[in-house]
C-alpha cells in the first residue's frame, strides 16, 4: 500500500506526482547536506488540482503532500517518497500533520479571516515535517479577498513551501493565480475501477459496490457512503420518486419542502456530533471550570466557533441539496437515453419502472427542460438563493416540463 492507492483511475497524475516527490526529497536532502541541488526538478511550488466532482482532486492534493512529508528509511535508500505507513504520511493523509495545512469552505465562500493565519504560516519554514504545504481544497470558492491574499503567497513563497489548489476547472481560479500554478487535471474514474476500490478498501460486497458506482456514476465519495449509510440509500430512492409525484401545483410544492427539509435534517444529523467535540474540547482549551463556566474575555472565541458552525451547517444542508440535484439530473439522463434509444448504460436500473414510464409519456425535448431546470437550481443555489425559492421554482418546472 502506498498514500497513491486510493487515486482510482488516475495513473497518469500518480506517476507525475510521484516523479516530481522524488525531486522534492532530492531538493530537500541536498539542502540539508550542504550540497547543490539536482539541475533539472519536476517539483514546483504551487499546483492546481482540476477535475469533475467525484474525480478525487483533494485525495490527490492530499496524497502528494503525504509523499512530501515521508520520512521512510526506503526513501533514504532510493525508494520513492509516498509509503503510506511512516508518521510523516500517516499524519499527513489523516489531517494531523503540523506541517500540512488545509482550507475548506466554510459557507458559500473562503473569507479572508480563514486564510490569514494559513497564508501567514506559508511563509514560515516547516516546524517539523520536510516541506510546509498548504491544502485549498475549494479553491474556486475564494473571494476576492481571499484569492489575493493567496496570490500574494503564491507569487513569493518561502523556499520550502508548497500550495496546493483544488477546483472543478482552471477558470474556476483567478487567472493570475492559475499562471503561477503547475495544472494537473483528473478525469471521471471507470464505474468498475470504483466498484473494485469498493470491494478492496471497504469490504464491501461486490454486488452492493457495483450498484453504487454505477449510480453514482464513478463519485468515489458518493458511491462509498451509497454503499455503506442506509439513510442515504433511502435519501435517494425518495429523491428518484419525485418525477413521478410532482404531477400538479400542490404535490411540486409539496415535494419542494420535503426535499429541503431532508436535506436540514442530514446537515444536522452531520453538524450534532461535530459540533459539540468542537464547542467541548475549544472550552476545555480555555479552561472552562466546572459547569462550563469560562474565563473572563473568553466568550468572543466561543461565539467565532458557533458563528463557524452555523455556517458550515447552511453549507452542508447545500451540499446535501447538491447530491440529491445531481442525483435527480442522473435519473432524467436516463430517461432521454431511453426516449433516444442510446446505448449509454442506465445509472438507475433500480427505478426502471418510472424511468421507462417517464420515456414514454414525455418527449425527449421535455426531458431537456427539466435538466435545464434542475441546473438552474443548481446555479440558483450557487448565487445564495434560499433553497426552499429554487427548489420550489425547480419542481413547478418539472410538472410543467
Given at each position: 500500500m502506498t498514500v497513491w492507492d486510493d487515486l482510482v483511475g488516475q495513473q497518469r497524475v500518480s506517476d507525475q506526482l510521484a516523479a516530481a516527490a522524488r525531486d522534492a526529497d532530492a531538493l530537500v536532502t541536498a539542502a540539508a547536506a550542504g550540497t547543490a541541488p539536482p539541475?533539472?526538478?519536476r517539483m514546483t511550488h504551487a499546483w492546481l488540482f482540476t477535475g469533475p466532482p467525484g474525480a478525487g482532486r483533494n485525495q490527490a492534493a492530499r496524497a502528494f503532500a503525504a509523499a512530501l512529508q515521508c520520512v521512510s528509511p526506503d526513501r533514504a535508500l532510493g525508494g520513492s517518497p509516498g509509503c503510506g505507513f511512516c508518521d510523516g504520511c500517516h499524519t499527513a493523509l489523516i489531517g494531523t500533520?503540523?506541517?500540512?495545512?488545509t482550507i475548506a469552505a466554510v459557507g458559500a465562500m473562503i473569507l479572508v479571516r480563514d486564510m490569514r493565519d494559513t497564508v501567514r504560516k506559508s511563509f514560515t519554514a516547516p516546524a517539523t515535517g520536510r516541506w510546509q504545504v498548504i491544502l485549498v481544497e475549494d479553491a474556486e470558492r475564494l473571494n476576492e479577498s481571499s484569492a489575493n491574499a493567496v496570490l500574494k503567497a503564491v507569487?513569493?513563497?518561502a523556499p520550502r513551501t508548497v500550495w496546493l489548489l483544488c477546483a472543478p476547472s482552471v477558470e474556476d481560479v483567478l487567472?493570475?493565480?492559475?499562471?503561477?500554478?503547475r495544472h494537473l487535471n483528473l478525469s471521471t474514474p471507470s464505474v468498475d475501477a470504483v466498484a473494485d476500490l469498493l470491494v478492496r478498501r471497504e469490504g464491501i460486497e461486490p454486488d452492493v459496490a457495483a450498484a453504487a458506482a454505477r449510480a453514482t456514476q464513478g463519485h468515489v465519495d458518493r458511491a462509498?457512503?451509497?454503499?455503506?449509510?442506509?439513510a442515504a440509500r433511502e435519501r435517494r430512492a425518495a429523491v428518484l420518486k419525485l418525477p413521478l409525484r410532482v404531477q400538479d401545483v400542490g404535490s411540486a410544492l409539496k415535494?419542494?419542502?420535503?426535499?429541503?427539509?431532508?436535506?436540514?435534517e442530514d446537515a444536522k444529523q452531520l453538524a450534532?456530533?461535530?459540533d459539540t467535540k468542537e464547542s467541548d474540547e475549544l472550552k476545555a482549551a480555555l479552561g472552562a471550570v466546572q459547569g462550563g463556566r469560562l474565563p473572563r474575555g473568553t466568550?468572543?472565541?466561543v461565539k467565532e466557533l458557533e458563528e463557524m458552525q452555523k455556517r458550515r451547517r447552511t453549507r452542508t444542508q447545500r451540499d446535501s441539496l447538491d447530491v440529491a440535484l445531481t442525483d435527480l439530473t442522473g435519473f432524467y439522463r436516463d430517461v432521454l437515453a431511453l426516449q433516444l434509444g442510446s446505448r449509454v448504460a442506465i445509472a438507475n436500473a433500480d427505478a426502471e419502472d418510472a424511468l421507462e414510464r417517464l420515456a414514454r409519456d414525455s418527449s425527449p425535448e421535455s426531458t431537456l427542460r427539466r435538466i435545464e431546470a434542475i441546473a438552474a437550481c443548481h446555479d440558483a443555489l450557487d448565487r445564495n438563493v434560499a433553497p426552499l425559492l429554487a427548489v420550489e421554482a425547480m419542481t413547478m418546472a418539472l410538472r410543467a416540463g
Open positions: 539541475e533539472a526538478s500533520h503540523a506541517d500540512v495545512s507569487e513569493e513563497p487567472p493570475t493565480i492559475r499562471s503561477r500554478c462509498r457512503r451509497l454503499a455503506t449509510d442506509p415535494a419542494a419542502q420535503e426535499l429541503v427539509d431532508a436535506a436540514a450534532e456530533l461535530r466568550a468572543g472565541v
